[in-house]
């Protein structure tokens, strides 16, 4: 790990500020992704800004009936929040079925959202990957795909975004909210929040240069059956082949993300409209435009069956 400074932020738009007056500067919370990524040195930031101090660490009702969840709301608290687990089921389900109960103590709601991808051409320094270091080529592309993107991916990238909450949030239809380094705030929704990667795959977010994630909000509850599915290759906290976050009304209509297969939540509103015909006609529309590889050809069967697993639990 190579050397770095540190501070301690005192106000939300202190610390936005030190992040651009600083080169190369990082936030840090939980760290559970940034330290590992510093001892591999892909990440490689000169200063550290520690935010735990801000008070970004508390569940709070929203004037429309919603939640506000603070950035630095660890996991395990957001699991495990009553009115989580009542109205937002969802959400619960897929921190549950993300990473260990050690790490969900630490991990934090805006880090979950802006962890780096777990390819492992981008966590191997002796292979080219253009997330890590632009320009230098994709050894993805050509090379052993079974975990990648099957859309959304590009000629730089197929890399997959390995939250779970993202997902739920995706379905949830989120909004993040941040602070400027000139002290002002914005809403994004979650929907654009994560960037394609295009030519640029580095820049992973719409975030500006020392934009700090301050809150996510959920909009007020929409009931329905709220279904969190994760298939992957063992039980014990490894990432999505693909899962399928879904919100299903009695009447058969609803919602519905995935992930594992592209750079961010997948979720295509459109062919939502089919979910009352099955998910075949759902899987259908979603996955449209395609383009997996010889090894990663099986996530569009395996999104169907997975969806129409979900379709049928929904039923009863």
Known sequence: MKSFTYEKANSPAAAASAAVKTSNAKFIAGGTNL?????????????????NGL???????????????????RNTTLAADERV????????????????GQLRNKATTAGNLLQRTRCPYFYDTNQPCNKRVPGSGCAAIGGITRQ??????SDACI??????????????????????????????????????????PHIETSLAPGELITS???????????????????????????SVGAIVQRDGTGRVAVGGIAHKPWRVETAEAAMPRGAKA???QLLDGAKPTKDNTFKLALVERTLGAVLAEAKG
């Open 148 to 153: 990648h993107a099957v859309i959304g991916g």
């Open 55 to 73: 008070a970004f660490d508390r569940i709070e009702p929203s004037l429309d009936g919603g939640l506000r969840i603070g950035a630095l709301v």
């Open 282 to 284: 759902v899987a259908t």
């Open 216 to 242: 996510v909000m959920l909009p007020k509850p929409v009931g329905g059956t709220q279904i969190y599915r994760k298939v992957r290759d063992r039980a014990s906290y490894a990432f999505a082949l693909v």
């Open 159 to 200: 890399a997959t975004h390995p939250s779970d909450m993202a997902v739920a949030m995706r379905a949830l239809d989120a909004t993040v909210e941040t602070v400027r380094p000139d002290g002002t705030r914005r809403t994004i929704p979650i929907a654009d929040l994560h960037r394609p990667p295009g030519d640029t």
């Open 85 to 100: 687990r009542r109205d937002y089921g969802l959400l619960s389900r897929a921190l549950l079925a993300g990473a260990s």
């Open 35 to 51: 330290l590992d990524l510093m001892k591999l040195e892909i990440e490689t930031p000169s200063h550290l800004i520690d935010v």
